[in-house]
Nanobody
Framework: QVQLVESGGGLVQAGGSLRLSCAASGSIFKIATMDWYRQAPGKQRDLVAS???????NYADSVKGRFTISRDNAKNTVYLQMDSLNIGDTATYFC?????????WGQGTQVTVSS
């Protein structure tokens, strides 16, 4: 069981940076794979980055080299460091935790990149 709360979103100019945080509670956090998704209005929700319990990371091609996902198991928190932001990164960002067939979602945090 896990509950997720995202924070760190906001308004930033193109070329700037933001760090998103996802604080988790629940007994399965340390064995769950953690993901960041994003969804723009009228678009599908896309996987941005993931990190397994042992620290293996994967990224969407659109963010490789710009975004970094990490986790701190002692704090039950996953992070998404976003650098070199562009207007295409504007979306609501959602934290997801999954273990086996069980998935949990946060409520999302808005990221808006201005030109």
């Amino acid at each position: 069981q896990v509950q997720l709360v995202e924070s760190g979103g906001g308004l930033v100019q193109a070329g700037g940076s933001l760090r998103l945080s996802c604080a988790a509670s629940g007994s399965i956090f340390k064995i769950a794979t953690m993901d960041w998704y994003r969804q723009a209005p009228g678009k599908q929700r896309d996987l941005v980055a993931s990190i397994t319990a042992d620290g293996t990371t994967n990224y969407a091609d659109s963010v490789k080299g710009r975004f970094t996902i990490s986790r701190d198991n002692a704090k039950n928190t996953v992070y998404l460091q976003m650098d070199s932001l562009n207007i295409g990164d504007t979306a609501t960002y959602f934290c997801n935790a999954h273990y086996r067939w069980i998935h949990y979602w946060g409520q999302g945090t808005q990221v808006t990149v201005s030109s």
